[in-house]
C-alpha cells in the first residue's frame, strides 16, 4: 500500500475529480485528500477506502493494488450501457468447475456486482455475479439482457415454437422478444453477502 497516494490521485484525476469534488462524495476535507495523495497520511481506515472505491468508481482491489494485480475484480453492473466488460480494465476470471457443475461454459467469464444506488431485479446490493457474455440464449435462467435502451436481468426461457420469454420477480406473465432486446450475457453463478465465508 506504499503507492497508495499516488493511486488515489491517478484513479481520481482518471474519474475527472477534483479534490474538493472527491471529499465531498467521501465524506472528508479536501485537505485530507491532500495529505492522503502525498502520503502525509499513510493509514486510512477500512471504511474511509471503501468510500473512496466508490466515490472513484473502481473496485477496491484496484484501489488498493492497482492494474498490476492478477486478481480479477468485480465490474459495477449499470443500468445504462455499455456492458460492464467493455471497460479496457475488465479482468476475465477462471470459473472453477466446482462452483456450477451443471453447467458447461467455454469462453470469457466476468465478475460484477450491481454499482451502488443502481438495483436489479434478481441482484441485491454486494451480490457478486459471474456473467458469460453471450448474444444467443443456451439455455434457461438468468441472463443480462438490454431493453429498451437499459440493461435488465431477467429469467429467459424458450417456449415450444422457439420463441424467448422474458419474466420479472412479481410479473403474472412473461413478456416476449421485441425488436430493441439484445441478450448480453448469461449469470452463471450468484453469491450473496450474507453467505459469503470470510
Known amino acids: 500500500m506504499h503507492q497508495l497516494g499516488p493511486r488515489i490521485k491517478a484513479l481520481r484525476e482518471e474519474a475527472k475529480l477534483n479534490k474538493a469534488a472527491l471529499a465531498r462524495r467521501v465524506g472528508v476535507s479536501d485537505v485530507t485528500i491532500s495529505y492522503w495523495e502525498s502520503g502525509a497520511i499513510k493509514q486510512i481506515g477500512h471504511e474511509r477506502l471503501v468510500a473512496l472505491a466508490r466515490a472513484l468508481e473502481c473496485p477496491l482491489s484496484r484501489l488498493l493494488e492497482g492494474d498490476s494485480s492478477n486478481r480479477a475484480a468485480p465490474l459495477y453492473l449499470r443500468r445504462h450501457p455499455p456492458a460492464p466488460w467493455h471497460d479496457r480494465h475488465a479482468g476475465r476470471i477462471v470459473l472453477p468447475f466446482e462452483l ?4 458447461e461454459w467455454e ?14 431485479d434478481y441482484l ?29 436481468v431477467r429469467h429467459v426461457t ?3 415454437d422457439g420463441a424467448l420469454r422474458f419474466a420479472h420477480p ?24 450474507g453467505l459469503l465465508q470470510t
Open 107 to 120: 469462453g470469457d467469464c466476468f465478475l460484477v456486482t450491481p454499482a451502488p444506488d443502481e438495483p436489479f
Open 158 to 160: 424458450q417456449a415450444t
Open 124 to 152: 441485491a446490493p454486494g451480490d457478486l455475479v459471474a456473467v458469460a457474455p453471450t448474444d444467443i440464449f443456451r439455455r434457461a435462467g438468468l441472463y443480462l439482457i438490454q431493453q429498451e435502451g437499459e440493461h435488465r
Open 100 to 103: 456450477v457443475p451443471e453447467l
Open 170 to 193: 412479481g410479473a403474472d406473465t412473461s413478456s416476449g422478444y421485441t425488436s430493441d432486446t439484445l441478450l448480453l450475457g448469461k449469470l452463471l453463478a450468484r453469491w450473496q453477502p
